[in-house]
């Protein structure tokens, strides 16, 4: 791998990797006993609290957690089109999260470009600490940006230094440059979030076609590698440190060379990879993604297929699975509500069916004459409400009733639900002491500045 990062090529030596010598040479070989010993000390299940106690999730073994999208620049709803994200648009996103049990953890949601970059963290995680009481995201683009973060989860969850080292309440995203380069900001998020004991996701970014090999194994293989270095330097950094997997493997449009999600080797990839993460025994990461650039059966479908890769291959986050559209440049309230659907009817559907004497309806059976039909039988009523699942979006009626409720196609009526869940939002109990305390340190932090990407 090039390590860009003076510091983390030093944390690789002293571990006995080889460390090219010279100002232009900063490619770190990585011994496989350094790699096998290293891994080794990463645990298979991690845990990740929230404001909220009960909404602290487990990543690993055979949980599921569903994470919406994270980090397009612009956003998009039915009523103001396509556009820049603001932070306006970031909170409207999390106030939406915030009211959906489905999705676990905050994430990105989408780039708030009314605000300068070097207070922009400042703004987002404030945010984040008081319109939910879910687990926290914190993008790593520079040490004091990430020490920041650190500082303002402590103030919310009032903790002191020691404490927030042994509970994690944070998670991150890294992304390796690939091919084989770990660039200085994700470099440092990783040594950064390994010495505060929280969670780091280690997510190459292999598209198969332009930054991996055209083979599906190849690209596999490429993202297996930086895995293993990243999962690597915060193991040597800190043993024991919280780390997931992250598998992106999808591929390109080799004639637009345009990105594809929910494609066929999408699919296998993810399937492959959680085989990858169980081999070395740790939690892995995947996605529900989609190409398409607007709310459509494409983008359905496409999120559908990237979702059941990740399912069948067994991933503990699936990021992106509400709300990513065109690649991961829009996020889209739109489709966001769609996304909801479709994972709360996964969920439902994994429901066992109660097979107890009551449920069996013996006595429904006998009093029903053939022929007949069960509307009105009291074992239904007793069911009315209950019996099945509840959509948010699906229209269920006759065509003719459709038309008289006015032709609203899924894309328009997931308009109408997220407007109506924006307007039922509550904002989570936060005692005013801990905000006052928060938006002092965030006034404090811009008049110094804030911090500058590095």
Request: charged content about 20%.
């Amino acid at each position: 791998m090039r390590v860009l990062l003076p510091e983390a090529r030093e944390i690789f030596r002293a571990a006995g990797a080889s460390v090219g010598h010279g100002a232009d040479d900063e490619m770190v070989r990585i011994p496989a006993e350094v790699v096998d010993e290293a891994v080794s000390r990463a645990p298979s299940i991690v845990g990740l609290g929230a404001v909220d106690p009960a909404k602290a999730i487990s990543i690993g073994a055979d949980h599921i957690n569903f994470f919406p999208v994270g980090g397009p620049p612009f956003v998009s709803d039915l009523d103001h089109g396509r556009r820049p994200g603001t932070l306006a648009d970031y909170e409207t996103f999390m106030k939406l999260f915030q009211g959906f049990d489905i999705l676990a953890a905050n994430a990105p949601f989408v780039e708030p470009q009314d605000i300068p970059v070097d207070v922009r963290h400042l703004h987002i995680t404030r945010s984040q600490l008081v319109l939910t009481d879910k687990p926290t995201f914190a993008f790593t683009r520079g040490r004091q940006r990430v020490q920041d973060v650190f500082e303002m989860l402590r103030i919310r969850h009032g903790l002191g230094l020691d404490e927030f080292v042994e509970q994690p309440v944070v998670w991150a995203n890294i992304n390796t440059n690939s091919p084989r380069q770990l660039d200085i900001p994700m470099a440092l998020g990783i040594i950064d979030m390994a010495r505060a004991g929280q969670v780091c996701v280690m997510t190459p970014f292999t598209l198969a076609g332009a930054m991996a090999p055209v083979s599906l194994a190849g690209a596999l293989l490429l993202q297996h590698a930086e895995a293993l270095a990243a999962i690597t330097l915060a193991q040597l950094t800190r043993a024991g440190a919280p780390v997931v997997y992250g598998g992106f493997t999808s591929n390109v449009d080799l004639r637009s060379g345009s990105p594809a999600f929910g494609t066929p080797e999408a699919v296998r990839g993810a399937i492959a990879t959680g085989q990858l993460a169980r081999l070395i025994d740790v939690p892995w990461r995947s996605s529900g993604s989609s190409a398409s650039p607007t709310e459509d059966a494409q983008g359905a479908w496409e999120t559908m297929f990237n979702l059941q890769g990740a399912i069948r291959g067994g991933a503990n986050i699936i990021l992106h699975s509400a709300g990513w559209q065109e690649g991961g440049l829009v996020a889209s309230l739109e489709k966001l509500i769609l996304d909801v659907e479709i994972l709360r009817t996964i969920v439902e559907s994994w429901q066992p069916i109660d097979m107890s004497a009551d449920e069996l309806a013996f006595d429904a059976i006998a009093g029903v004459e053939p022929g007949g039909h069960f509307f009105g039988e009291p074992h239904a009523l007793e069911r009315f409400e209950t019996a099945f699942y509840d959509p948010i979006v699906a229209a269920r009626v006759s065509f003719e009733q459709w038309v008289e409720d006015g032709e609203l196609d899924a894309r328009a009526r997931a308009n109408e639900v997220w407007k109506q869940r924006l307007n039922e939002y509550e904002q989570p109990p936060v005692d005013d002491a801990i905000v006052a305390e928060l938006d002092d340190f965030v006034a404090r932090r811009t008049a110094e500045g804030g911090a500058a990407p590095e």
